[in-house]
């Protein structure tokens, strides 16, 4: 029902910046709390950034606050993740997730929450 499309990866140097973008589409109106999460080979999917329906809370997993900023544009069917400062540990295959359930008025930082899954885009950043 809904297809999530990442852009914007890319190979960097360590303390370069890049920005994410997921574009939504498909047969929805509702606008879904959304997740950015990632995944380095041989690891487990972590937690990333999430952004609640209203776009006015945000939650970040330790290793990326203050480093990373998450936003959306609802007009656009789009959110964003612009990452800044980056480190060779932050290197993985990200992805964004679309949270349907309702009621729910925080993010979420578990991925059992997210329907939707794009392929994901991969960040690899060299020391």
């Known amino acids: 029902q809904v297809l999530l499309v990442e852009s914007g990866g890319g190979l960097v140097q360590a303390g370069e910046s890049l920005r994410l973008s997921c574009a939504a589409s498909?047969?929805?109106?509702?606008?879904?709390?959304m997740g950015w999460f990632r995944q380095a080979p041989g690891k487990e999917r972590e937690f990333v950034a999430a952004?609640?329906?209203?776009?006015?809370?945000?939650d970040y997993a330790d290793s990326v606050k203050e480093r990373f900023s998450m936003s959306r544009d609802n007009a656009k069917n789009a959110v964003y993740l612009q990452m800044n400062s980056l480190k060779p540990e932050d290197t993985a295959l990200y992805y964004c997730?679309?949270?349907?359930?309702?009621?729910?008025?925080?993010?979420?930082?578990?991925?059992?929450?997210?329907?939707?899954w794009g392929q994901g885009t991969q960040v690899t950043v060299s020391s």
């Open positions: 997730a679309a949270d349907t359930t309702p009621f729910r008025s925080l993010p979420s930082r578990r991925s059992r929450d997210y329907e939707y």
């Open positions: 498909g047969r929805t109106s509702s606008t879904y709390a």
């Open positions: 952004v609640s329906r209203s776009g006015g809370r945000t």
